[in-house]
């Protein structure tokens, strides 16, 4: 720093001086009595951008992999992120935070938020696990809330009445700028699959889902009763907005005010290409989606002033050549306000 010596100042710089004092301290009392408050932070309206991606088993362990992906795949998969360039990523089926780590890319700082559950060695599988999380730009503020745990339902052994866990997953939850006017409670959930509709489900699954949804409900009902706002975003497993659905149904009956699904309007056409055990590529089209999102009244207003929300297509040429995922990302530009760096 260039330090000033008093002495050589001409007296009319003491002058200015003063007069910017006095004008200093007059501008907060101007402030309050307009009803105004200053702040020292500076609010922009660019939208936050969250991505909602299942990963398809994505993994960089040793040994036997689920989807086996090359350098070049994985490099693809960083490029879409990339490509979209979201403030928060919500995947779902990453084995560890390595293997996340591995397709965000390198030009921004990312948080990895991982479920809760990667610390319960009891509920894992022992090949390959499907993990929630969140990978968060590191100028948000974000406050790592303890994971809906209950979306792993407890069973009852028959023969021996024991307790054990089904092995499902958590819903990752974060609170995106805790403790100011635009909180935001954020879950991440990736449900019990098997139920995808009233006409295309087993009895077993549609059980359990049921009572994930139950679950959910509570989260859901908390969040209500504490007038706060959320988001929840992943692969529900279930054709929400289908006719045939009934999950929704069934969440909506449960609380005081019916969740908006933000995804109502879009239009499933996802197509991806899966790899046989020969290698061989297979090339599939998925016109209905199971990837969702539901939001609280005041989001969904928000969204409907000036949001945008889409499932993102892979190209052709990037299907033909790569083992992307079985699952099209949904994309949604959230107008709040946030803070600037």
Known sequence: MYLVNRLQLPTNFFVAISILLVLCHAIPAISKASGKTNTAVTITQQPLIIMSWNLQWLSVANGKMKVTRSHEDLQQLRQIIKEVSPDILAFQEVNSTKAI?????????????????????????????????????????????????????????????????????????????????KELHILNVHLKSGCFSRKHGKRRACHALKRQGEV?????????????????????????????????????????????????????????????????????HYNSLIDHALASSEIAQAMRQSGKFFQYQYPKKLIQQFQLSDHCPLILHLPLSRRKQ
């Open 101 to 181: 780590q591995t397709v965000l890319p390198r030009q921004h700082s990312y948080r990895i938020y991982i479920s809760d559950r990667s610390q319960s060695p009891e509920e894992h599988f022992s090949s390959q696990n499907q993990f929630t999380g969140f990978a968060v730009k590191s100028s948000l503020q974000i406050s790592d809330k303890p994971d809906l745990k209950k979306l792993n339902l407890v069973y009852r052994d028959k023969t021996s009445k024991n307790q054990f866990f089904s092995k499902l997953r958590y819903g990752a939850y974060i609170v995106l700028y805790p403790a100011t006017n």
């Open 216 to 284: 959910l409900a509570q989260w859901i009902k908390t969040r209500q009763e504490s007038s706060q706002q959320y988001l929840v975003i992943g692969d529900f497993n279930h054709r929400l907005n289908s006719q045939q659905q009934w999950l929704l149904t069934a969440l909506n009956r449960s609380s005081a005010q019916p969740s908006v699904l933000l995804s109502k309007e879009i239009t499933g056409g996802c197509t991806i290409s899966l790899r046989n055990k020969k290698g061989d590529r297979q090339i599939r």
